[in-house]
Structures are given as structure tokens and as C-alpha cells.
């Protein structure tokens, strides 16, 4: 079973469109993140939900917009793109509280705008 | 705020050891770990390690933490190419919600 999955893996569409990214959970995590991977693969963070409450919201452009329906649930809504948007965004789920928990990925989708 | 910093780039030759080293600023206490992401592929966890420890040892990869440096790093012994891939550290102080990563380190080994 799937623990954090994405969808879709790729998107490729042109400029000024709006595109949405889900991502789902299993594992009863409480907390939900959007990381986006630029071209040199570094990993910045965007967002974090924490019982579907909006926790982190880092500098991003508002025409990045994440609604979290539930707790297993993390959708990020992007739009009128533009190239510059164009990178891999992982979804990640943890569970937050005073010990260890690692944070699970899932496989990124890969955004292409052209 | 946090904030997390790696050398970019490491070569190695099989059967070698590699040390991947990290540096990170947040003073409280925090969890730090390391991640493996192969290309295409999404980020898996290798290990970690809470602030009040100085090493964790499992299997080939051993994790070395100097608390006053702020200083981690994770050392793989007998470097095979299938360890070819970005590695990165990542921080996580222990009662907030921010998960902040390096830059990572891509790891090419030579034959």
C-alpha cells in the first residue's frame, strides 16, 4: 500500500493555465507539507498543514493556493502558470509531537509549463 | 530561523568510504536526519539522530553529531554505485512543525 501518493507524477501545460496537485496519506499522520525541487534539486519547503490548518506558508506566490479537505488530504492548486513554475513538488506527512517522526514523501510530481 | 548547509558535490571510488558532512544553526532541540534520493525517485530515509546523541551506527552508515559545532555527518563505508544519489540532511526541532533540508550532496561513485 501506497503510504503517501501523488497525483498526477507528470504534468506538462502551457503557460496561464491552472492546475491542481493532490496528494493522499495513509498513515494517520496529523501534519501534511508541499515541498517544491528546483532544477538543482533543492528541496524548499512551501506549506504545512497541521489539522488541516495552515501552520507554514513560506514566500510563495498567492497563485499557489493548498486546501486541505481532511487530515489524510493536501491539495495544492496553482494559477495562471508560468515557466518559472515549472520543478518536482513533494507532498510529505509526519505526525508532530515531542518525539521522532520522520517525514514520509511521496514520488514528486514533475511540472512541466511551457 | 533554521537553516541547514552541505558541500554539494562528493566523488568517491567503490569500496571506499564516503563522508557526507552537514551543518545546521537551530539551537533547540531537534531531531536531524538523512535522506537518499535517487534520480527520479522520491526521498527515502537512511537514519537520524536526536540532538543528545553523538553517533548512531547502522549496518555501513554511521552518523557523527558534534553538538558545538553544530556539525553532522553520516559516513558510508565500502561505497558501492548503487550509494550514487543526492543526500540530504534535514532538521526538525522536536515541538515545531518546520522540516527544513540542505541543499544535498550529490555522491558519485567511481569504479
Known amino acids: 500500500d501506497t503510504a503517501v501518493s501523488q497525483t498526477p507524477k507528470y504534468l506538462v501545460t502551457q503557460m496561464g493555465n491552472d492546475k491542481s496537485i493532490k496528494c493522499e496519506q495513509n498513515?494517520?499522520?496529523?501534519?501534511m507539507y508541499w515541498y517544491k525541487q528546483d532544477s538543482k534539486k533543492f528541496l524548499k519547503i512551501m506549506f504545512s498543514?497541521?489539522?488541516?490548518?495552515?501552520?507554514i506558508n513560506e514566500t510563495v506566490p498567492n497563485r499557489f493556493s493548498p486546501k486541505s479537505p481532511d487530515k489524510a488530504h493536501l491539495n495544492l492548486h496553482i494559477n495562471s502558470l508560468e515557466l518559472g513554475d515549472s520543478a518536482v513538488y513533494f507532498c510529505?506527512?509526519?505526525?508532530?509531537?515531542?518525539?521522532?517522526?520522520?517525514?514520509?514523501f511521496g514520488q514528486g510530481t514533475r511540472l512541466t509549463v511551457v | 530561523g533554521e537553516d541547514v548547509e552541505q558541500s554539494l558535490f562528493l566523488s568517491v571510488r567503490e569500496g571506499d568510504s564516503s563522508v557526507i558532512n552537514c551543518t545546521y544553526t537551530d539551537s533547540s532541540s531537534t531531531y536531524l536526519y538523512w535522506y537518499k534520493q535517487e534520480p527520479g525517485a522520491g526521498l527515502q530515509l537512511l537514519t537520524y539522530i536526536f540532538s543528545n546523541m553523538d553517533m548512531k551506527q547502522d549496518q555501513r552508515l554511521t552518523v557523527l553529531l558534534n553538538k558545538k559545532d553544530k556539525h553532522l555527518s553520516l559516513r558510508i563505508a565500502d561505497t558501492q554505485t548503487g550509494d550514487s544519489a543526492i543526500y540530504f540532511c534535514?532538521?526538525?526541532?522536536?515541538?515545531?512543525?518546520?522540516?527544513?533540508f540542505g541543499p544535498g550532496t550529490r555522491l558519485s561513485v567511481l569504479p
Open positions: 498543514y497541521n489539522n488541516k490548518e495552515l501552520i
Open positions: 534535514a532538521e526538525s526541532p522536536l515541538y515545531g512543525q518546520n522540516f527544513v
Open positions: 498513515l494517520g499522520h496529523d501534519t
Open positions: 510529505a506527512s509526519r505526525t508532530s509531537g515531542h518525539k521522532n517522526t520522520e517525514a514520509f
